[in-house]
């Protein structure tokens, strides 16, 4: 098992390098990428007030040192089944000729309905966390944005049970106002006619469906510009059985690793656990339809090993969500923990993930923990919401799969590279 993880990490680190060679002449890329997309300003004219410049950006290609989220160390390591540790290095493209534009989940704690501009430590740690990776791919842009905070979620479910209140009711309006304008302001006068990957989770998921429903589909120069959706942890529609339609029109699941244009969703659950029974994700309401699964280790379906790329030390927020499970590492022995050197490990062969569709309709991507009492690595790990029921692992949809998502984020960026030639 940890051979074929070791061939494809080697795999992914070949693809790397050759983005970067081909983007030693990044122009040149940049201008046959315009030239097939036919670009036309879609927003032209566009200046945002809060977006021009750099101010209002957690992640963007003229922020330097410490003020980029995304200059991070990302380095992992990969814990085998026998203990062998091996470092796997986090090397950002130099000169990207592809953009990737993320939006953070729910994570502000500040206690109004909407958060504020600043950008706290949740804020920062998450977007690292989800989004820093991606820099193997692509320039990056993560915009700063007024979301539905942690407290009216906290509210809105406690008042809920007490007859359906909801203490922030325009506050989705609010942040999505944000995002749009994040977005025009990238389009107009960042991108350059690049193709672009759009990356979020769970809040920032759900605003970015409704950006590719409204702007992007709506859009044939923006569509023929969208290389990839990777937005885990909402639910994207889909007719029953089928891979495009009722969410999006012609944006559909991705089944293929060189297929672009498309869109990676799930949402994550333990196998067998009893709250799929009445979960909170992954269920329609509308009749004929049924949420997307699409798993990132096996776009065309079947039971495949999944790539986590896990925080040595979550977020705090996270750390106060999670419901604690194992040594709070990948081995077994907690002392062994400690000598883990990089911010983040890797437990190659240890889940397994699968698309199922329970009795109630529930769609969702099912990821197994192989636990072996013979195996030196830990037989359990976080995942789990502790402030609420019939969540999942929805707090760790990206982790359980990031290096499956990368991967396929420079496999599609190199397939519409090659269709734009």
């Given at each position: 098992?940890?051979?074929?993880?070791l061939i494809?990490?080697?795999?992914?680190?070949?693809?790397l390098?050759?983005?970067?060679?081909d983007?030693?002449?990044g122009s040149?890329?940049?201008?046959?990428?315009?030239?097939?997309?036919?670009?036309?300003?879609?927003?032209?004219g566009?200046?945002?007030?809060?977006?021009?410049g750099?101010?209002?950006w957690?992640c963007h290609?003229?922020?330097?040192g410490?003020s980029?989220?995304?200059?991070?160390?990302?380095d992992?390591?990969?814990v085998?089944a026998?203990?062998?540790?091996?470092?796997?290095?986090?090397?950002?493209a130099?000169?990207?000729p592809v953009?990737?534009?993320?939006?953070y989940?729910?994570t502000?704690?500040?206690?109004?309905?909407?958060s504020?501009?600043?950008?706290d430590l949740q804020?920062q740690q998450t977007?690292?966390?989800?989004?820093?990776?991606?820099?193997e791919?692509?320039?990056q842009f993560?915009p700063?944005?007024?979301?539905?905070t942690?407290t009216?979620?906290?509210?809105?479910?406690?008042?809920?049970?007490l007859?359906?209140?909801?203490i922030?009711?325009?506050?989705g309006?609010?942040?999505?106002?944000?995002?749009l304008?994040?977005?025009?302001?990238?389009?107009?006068?960042?991108?350059?006619?690049?193709g672009?990957?759009?990356?979020?989770?769970?809040?920032?998921s759900?605003?970015?469906?409704r950006?590719?429903?409204?702007?992007?589909?709506?859009r044939p120069?923006?569509?023929?510009?969208?290389i990839?959706?990777?937005i885990?942890?909402?639910?994207?529609?889909?007719?029953?059985g089928?891979?495009?339609?009722a969410?999006?029109?012609q944006?559909?699941?991705?089944r293929?690793?060189?297929?672009?244009g498309?869109?990676?969703?799930?949402?994550t659950?333990?196998?067998?656990?009893?709250?799929?029974?009445?979960?909170r994700?992954g269920?329609?309401?509308e009749?004929g339809t049924?949420?997307l699964?699409?798993?990132p280790?096996a776009?065309a379906?079947?039971?495949a090993?999944?790539?986590?790329?896990?925080?040595?030390?979550q977020?705090?927020?996270?750390r106060?969500?999670?419901i604690?499970?194992?040594?709070?590492g990948?081995?077994?022995?907690?002392?062994?923990?400690?000598?883990?050197p990089?911010?983040y490990?890797?437990?190659?062969?240890?889940v397994?993930?699968?698309?199922?569709v329970?009795?109630?309709?529930?769609s969702?991507l099912?990821a197994?923990?192989?636990?072996?009492p013979?195996?030196p690595r830990a037989?359990?790990?976080p995942?789990?919401f502790?402030g609420g029921t019939n969540w999942?692992?929805?707090?760790?949809?990206?982790?359980?799969?990031q290096?499956?998502?990368?991967?396929l984020?420079q496999?599609?960026?190199?397939?519409?590279?090659n269709?734009?030639?």
């Open positions: 098992m940890i051979h074929r993880f494809s990490v080697a795999t992914t680190s070949i693809l390098s050759a983005c970067g060679g983007s030693s002449n040149t890329n940049t201008r046959v990428g315009a030239s097939a997309a036919n670009v036309t300003n879609p927003f032209p566009y200046q945002s007030t809060l977006y021009t750099t101010s209002n957690l290609p003229d922020l330097f410490n980029n989220v995304c200059n991070g160390n990302f992992s390591t990969v085998a026998d203990a062998t540790a091996i470092p796997l290095t986090y090397t950002p130099t000169e990207p953009d990737c534009f993320y939006v989940p729910t502000s704690i500040d206690l109004a309905g909407n504020d501009l600043n950008d804020e977007t690292a966390l989800q989004f820093g990776r991606y820099g791919v692509c320039r993560a700063v944005y007024r979301q539905r942690l009216a979620l906290g509210l809105t479910t406690f008042t809920g049970a007859g359906g209140i909801d922030a009711p325009n506050a309006e609010v942040a999505y106002a944000d995002v304008d994040a977005f025009k302001e990238y389009i107009a006068n960042q991108s350059e006619g690049r672009f990957i759009l990356v979020g989770h769970s809040q920032g759900g605003i970015l469906r950006l590719i429903a409204e702007e992007i589909e709506t120069e923006l569509l023929r510009r969208l990839a959706a990777h885990p942890g909402t639910n994207v529609l889909v007719p029953t089928q891979n495009v339609g969410s999006f029109q944006v559909p699941a991705c293929s690793a060189n297929q672009i498309c869109v990676v969703a799930y949402v659950y333990r196998a067998g656990d009893p709250q799929l029974e009445d979960p994700f269920l329609s309401a009749e049924q949420a699964c699409t798993n280790a776009l379906g079947g039971q090993d999944l790539f986590p790329i896990i925080p040595r030390q977020p705090p927020v996270f106060v969500l999670l604690p499970r194992g040594p709070g990948p081995y077994v022995n907690p002392i062994s923990n400690l000598t883990i990089t911010p490990y890797s437990i190659p062969g240890q397994k993930g699968e698309c199922k329970g009795p109630n309709g529930v969702y099912e197994s923990i192989v636990a072996d013979d195996d037989d359990d790990y995942g789990e502790i999942g692992f929805h707090l760790i949809d990206v982790s359980i799969a290096g499956d998502l990368v991967r984020a496999r599609q960026a190199n397939a519409w590279l269709a734009a030639r």
